[in-house]
């Protein structure tokens, strides 16, 4: 069964930059799309961006700082973040999408991103 691993999280100031990687692991696949997701304390699961045959999208909040790219069909898929807010503060997720959007493999356990003074 193909994992996934999720590296790259840290505490970083305001303003600050991270590039979070996610690499799926324990087989061979192609995927058509994989997305990034992200999860605050007490709230939902939400998605962050995706990119697959269409290109890549971002949600609003992080449209003009994030940035997703994939290499290696889609096995590795990274998540350049700038301009990091206190908001973006969350346990960030990557997975496969299936064409209708839902997740296909297992989650991961995530990478921390903290966004604090």
């Known amino acids: 069964q193909v994992q996934l691993v999720e590296s790259g999280g840290g505490l970083v100031q305001p303003g600050g930059t991270l590039r979070l990687s996610c690499a799926a692991s324990g087989s061979i696949f192609d995927f058509d799309a994989m997305a990034w997701y992200r999860q605050a304390p007490g709230k939902q699961r939400e998605l962050v961006a995706t990119?697959?045959?269409?290109?890549?999208s971002l949600v609003d909040p992080v449209k003009g700082r994030f940035a997703i790219s994939a290499v290696d069909s889609k096995n590795t898929v990274y998540l350049q973040m700038n301009s990091l807010k206190p908001e973006d503060t969350a346990v960030y997720y990557c997975?496969?999408?299936?064409?209708?959007?839902?997740?296909?493999?297992?989650w991961g356990q995530g990478t921390q991103v903290t966004v604090s003074s």
């Open positions: 997975n496969a999408l299936d064409p209708r959007g839902g997740i296909v493999l297992p």
């Open positions: 990119i697959g045959l269409f290109g890549s």
